[in-house]
């Protein structure tokens, strides 16, 4: 076998996550959406980011940071914002356990140190992209620490210290509900966000992409053994789904979560089909290796089935590489794409009003439907 830059014996998460990026409309449909919920909103009174001071936004396990900057585009801050970013991986941090960066210190400085998540937002902020005054990066994992203490310091036992207008965790719930433990620590995470930081007329924003049939969700899903068969259960899809698990604890906090559906795509190059064959036989990966779109399109599909190729390609039965590069290019045959499937869920201030449920209510339904 000729050598070739694919990696086989493991999975290449860096490689295969950034194909996946490149090829998902996914971090725009979002973005698009959002921008139509928080101007919606701000029209009925709540989300007032028309105040003298400035807007102060929380991006938990905020990643690159480059989607909340995303998320942030195209709504009015009069007096912009000052945001903290928080995660827990020093790729994205530059930071270990308990640093942080205040960036209305020395912005020049700890620009060259800050990690990935920092030097996005630096950029962001040099280019006016979104209002940004100050934001601070810090490097804590939230399910072992309080966020109460963490985002307000010496100021957290003052309870007149809620005014976090908007409160983000973007595409992290997966993490969070994988075992009864995890999901009670994410219960008590969502139980400090809305009761100790977000605002009267404050909300916490959620994304995650959820499994319906015939998605890239149902791919992963099979092709990691979480389902019985590549078409999901309606079961399954309940139990599988990071949404439903945040109504449930919702529900049980006493909190009114309002969810808005919504289905992107990942877009494979033109001439996938001419890789199909290539893509199930590592002798021939070669042939990849001088073809960019091939390789994107190649570790796009990766990232799907979230296993090693040696892993895949040992497996011959339907869950293997052969069986799943054929059932993903069904998909792709029937849509021309792989849809994604996604929510965006809007949970409120545990003090918000009646009629600031009913006018959530109302925008979230015609967003929905469009």
Known sequence: MEKTTIKTHVFEYSKAFSAFINASNQPQTEALLHQALINGLKEKGLVNCDQDDPIRVADICCGAGDRIVKYLRNIQFQSGIDLIAVDNNPDYTGLTDNDSIDHKQDCEKLNSTNGIAGDNLYKAMQAKIIPLNNYRVLHADVMKCNITRLLLGSQAGDRRIKDFKL????HCGYYFISSHHDQARFKELLDKICSDL???DGIAVLSHSCLKPNTHVSLFNYATGKTKSLIPTPKECLDLSVHTS???????LGLSCFDIPYTAYLQLSPQVHEYKEIFKDP??????DNKPDALTDFY???????RSLDDLYCDKSSRGLS???DNTFDIIDSNNRIPIPGVLQVI???AASVDDKIHVDELVQKLASQ
Not at 167 to 170: M, Q
Not at 283 to 288: D, N, P, Q, V, W
């Open 323 to 325: 069986a799943m590069i």
């Open 300 to 306: 796009t599909l990766l990232f799907i089935y979230d």
């Open 246 to 252: 945040v109504t449930n604890l919702c529900d049980n």
């Open 167 to 170: 409160v983000y965790l973007l």
């Open 198 to 200: 977000l605002s009267s």
């Open 283 to 288: 002798k021939r990966y070669c042939e990849l």
């Open 348 to 350: 409120l201030n545990r």
